[in-house]
């Protein structure tokens, strides 16, 4: 069924299941990332580093990565070896979307 570890037969297949997964894994990144920018906006004001918020977007941050770094590398094998640089640079693009979008439709919509 594999060969050098990649699957036979799987390319387009491959990168449709890549772009669904990504913009979900998108989706899913929004939380992390609201709570980040919320905890970097906030250590100058706090006169330090608030330890609750370390405990929790730390964590939360490193555990979005690893699944993304997982569904991803799984995806990888689905796809050509050719394209393994495009399927990384893809996946980071389609991840970033939802939340790259979210600036972009206040900026449309005058919200700005």
């Given at each position: 069924?594999s ?12 990168w ?10 998108g ?11 919320v ?12 330890l ?61």
């Amino acid at each position: 069924m594999s060969v050098d570890g990649q699957v036979v037969g799987a390319g387009r297949c491959g990168w449709q299941m890549t772009v669904v997964a990504n913009l979900c894994l998108g989706v899913i990144g929004l939380l992390p990332f609201f709570l980040l920018s919320v905890y970097v906006s906030n250590l100058g004001l706090a006169g330090g580093v608030p330890l609750g918020w370390t405990l929790v977007v730390v964590p939360l941050t490193a555990g979005f990565g690893a699944l993304w770094f997982l569904v991803n590398r799984g995806l990888r094998k689905l796809t050509t070896p050719a394209h393994a640089r495009r399927h990384w640079w893809l996946a980071a693009l389609l991840t970033s979307a939802p939340t790259l979008s979210l600036p972009v439709g206040a900026l449309v919509s005058g919200s700005f």
